[in-house]
Nanobody
Framework: QVQLVESGGGLVQAGGSLRLSCAAS????????MGWYRQAPGKQRELVAT???????NYADSVKGRFTISRDNAKNTVYLQMDSPKPEDTAVYYC?????????????WGQGTHVTVSS
């Protein structure tokens, strides 16, 4: 089992900056990748950014060049630095951890943190 606790959401002005944090605990040795997803009202949950245990990153086209995902292995924490956010980035942001036990893969999710970008 992996537990994820997000923090850092809130209200930010367009063009400002905000940093989200996600602290993992539990069976962290089984985590092979972590990431951020978001879900806006009336829309499907979508990928924002991911980072593997080896440090490889992947971003949605809509956030490339504006958002940066990083991780602090000593703190078991993943961050999402949101620079120059836009009103369309308003959503609930969810932290995700993908694990592999050697037998099967499993996804874990945080409770979500609200981000509102005002114009």
């Amino acid at each position: 089992q992996v537990q994820l606790v997000e923090s850092g959401g809130g209200l930010v002005q367009a063009g400002g900056s905000l940093r989200l944090s996600c602290a993992a605990s539990g069976s962290i040795f089984s985590i092979i990748a972590m990431g951020w997803y978001r879900q806006a009202p009336g829309k499907q949950r979508e990928l924002v950014a991911t980072i593997t245990s080896g440090g490889a990153t992947n971003y949605a086209d809509s956030v490339k060049g504006r958002f940066t995902i990083s991780r602090d292995n000593a703190k078991n924490t993943v961050y999402l630095q949101m620079d120059s956010p836009k009103p369309e980035d308003t959503a609930v942001y969810y932290c995700n951890a993908k694990t592999y036990t050697g037998v099967y893969y499993q996804d874990y999710w945080g409770q979500g943190t609200h981000v509102t970008v005002s114009s």
